[in-house]
């Protein structure tokens, strides 16, 4: 008889031991998967804080509208990443806004004067990242206190601009001026200069060049587009491309000018501002100096130099989304870009200022007469092309390694001259 007690009892006990373990293995469980879930929402979210400050430092260039433009940027760029298990709206739980995006001086203080500006600091908080199991374990226990339902996340990046080992240049190649030398080569800043469609340039012009070396025309369309080309360093020799056929189309993304298919600027991003200029609506003589200069007597009525423009994040049409009323505007032509149908909208609630960040400031290879990349220009887009074989025009605006420049670059941080480009350092 005792025996058989023994035995009920020692069942009964391995029941109760078995129950035990398996709430400690359940919440090693439970463990494993709610803290893995927040390190997957952490990496997340730290993604998207490194994208928002390295975009938001590529704006730091000292000018009046840097940090507004470094916050439009930031915003941007960390949005377009995918937070909380690959959420596009981050679980609806709040993405990146103004706040968020802060920057600081050279001495790491901080600071909300644009010329000041040396860093900027991307900070979010993911509040509310559910935690199933610990939750479920903390029922179970009576612990809800030590078990919540839901944790938050912070993640924080800080950028600055550093010089760079390769360049993110677009595919156009400067010659310099006869006699010209380092560091304008004979151009003045604020002086436009053709960049010619259909022949290679001479002296003093522009022209198409694959930063690949390459002489393919679809080379030339992939390295002006969106991402384009990075790793391109003194020393290298570049392409002359065929006829041209379609690189109007991302030049003109630029200018938040769309055909009908690929009127989408949350892809095809347009600069802050499409306001354009030429000689029929900005009179001023050599250097004319749209980037920051006073409209001659005679320009258009609308006319005011690009950083004006930009701080109201003007279309193409000025304070409209009309391409002829533009194209009067700009070439005193309704009809001059027939092949294209939409614009990107202006204003503070417009596409350029949700969509938009730094894309008509570029950097150009300065090359010599055997195509080898020497040094770097720093050039400012100044209007659309109504067809890939036409001649454009680029303002000079300096050596792209001046400490002033307003160029930035995408390529590796680490070199000692050439442009600057974002890296983060926190």
């Not at 494993?32 to 997340?44: I, Q, R, W, Y």
Request: aromatic fraction near 8%; charged fraction near 15%; charge should be positive.
């Amino acid at each position: 008889m005792n025996r058989i007690v023994n035995r009920r009892r020692q069942r009964g006990a391995v029941i109760v031991t078995a129950a035990l373990a398996l709430l400690f293995l359940l919440g090693f469980m439970g463990i494993a998967l709610d803290f893995g879930h927040l390190f997957v929402v952490k990496t997340e979210l730290q993604t998207a804080m490194d994208s928002c400050a390295l975009a938001a430092a590529q704006e730091l260039d000292g000018q009046g509208t840097a940090l507004t433009r470094a916050t439009s940027a930031g915003m941007t760029a960390g949005n377009m990443n995918r937070v909380n298990m690959q959420s596009t709206t981050w679980s609806g739980k709040g993405q990146i806004v103004a706040a968020n995006v802060t920057f600081r001086d050279a001495a790491y203080v901080p600071t909300t004067v644009p010329a000041n500006a040396r860093y900027a600091q991307c900070q979010h908080t993911q509040p509310n990242v559910n935690m199933v199991l610990l939750q479920a374990m903390g029922a179970f226990s009576g612990d809800t206190a030590g078990n919540p339902s839901t944790r938050n996340v912070q993640a924080q990046a800080v950028a600055t601009r550093a010089s760079t080992q390769t360049t993110c240049p677009i595919p156009v190649g400067l010659k310099p001026k006869p006699g010209g030398t380092a560091p304008n080569y004979g151009f003045q800043v604020g002086e436009w200069v053709t960049v010619y469609g259909d022949r290679v340039p001479n002296s003093g012009e522009l022209g198409w060049y694959n930063l690949d070396g390459s002489t393919n025309a679809n080379e030339t369309r992939k390295e002006l587009s969106e991402g384009g080309s990075c790793g391109t360093r003194i020393g290298d020799v570049l392409g002359t491309p065929g006829a041209q056929t379609t690189v109007d189309t991302p030049w003109n993304y630029r200018f938040g000018i769309y055909k009908n298919a690929d009127y989408d600027p949350n892809v095809n991003h347009p600069d802050f501002s499409g306001y354009s200029y030429t000689a029929n609506n900005w009179k001023n003589a050599v250097p004319q100096n749209a980037w920051s200069g006073t409209p001659a007597a005679g320009s258009h009525p609308t006319a005011a130099n690009f950083l004006t423009k930009r701080a109201a994040f003007a279309s193409f049409d000025d304070t409209g989304t009309s391409l002829t009323n533009g194209s009067t505007i700009v070439f005193g032509k309704a009809n001059q870009l027939n092949s294209f149908k939409k614009l990107a909208t202006p204003g503070n609630a417009g596409q350029h200022r949700q969509y938009g960040y730094s894309r008509r400031v570029v950097t150009v290879p300065v090359i010599n007469p055997a195509s080898k990349v020497i040094d770097y220009a720093c050039m400012f887009m100044l209007h659309p092309l109504s067809g890939p074989k036409d001649d454009g025009h680029l303002e000079f605006l300096g050596n792209a390694g001046a400490a002033t420049s307003p160029c930035t670059s995408n390529g590796l941080a680490g070199g000692s001259a050439g442009p600057l480009v974002p890296v983060l350092v926190r």
